[in-house]
């Protein structure tokens, strides 16, 4: 696992800090889909791929803004809901609303 992944997962694990609903984007230059899989998995809220325009980041920070995802806990993964709608509608895990701390 990459040190990133693992900080990311430790801060929604509560093994870092005492706020595990921290924003946490994360930045690269090397948009490789192992990498970008397990910064998913680790519960990052967004992934900008670099060199990013100005307007794209924009965007981006006011997506996490004015829509951040729910999220879901299990013993292996807290972080953004990223299932499929149809899924998430079936499944009995629900979403809960997380503090927004950029609001």
Not at 56 to 62: K, N
Request: net charge positive.
């Amino acid at each position: 696992m990459k040190p990133t992944s693992k900080h990311v997962r430790d801060i929604r694990q509560g093994r870092y800090g005492d706020n595990p609903y921290v924003v946490v984007n994360v930045a690269t230059w090397k948009p490789k889909d192992h990498a970008i899989r397990t910064y998913v998995d680790a519960g990052v809220d967004d992934i900008l791929i670099m060199p990013a325009l100005f307007d794209a980041v924009a965007t981006r920070v006011d997506n996490i803004v004015d829509n951040r995802k729910k999220f879901i806990a299990t013993q292996k993964y807290m972080g953004p809901d990223r299932r499929n709608p149809n899924r998430a509608k079936q499944d009995e895990l629900r979403g809960f609303v997380v503090p927004n701390g950029v609001r």
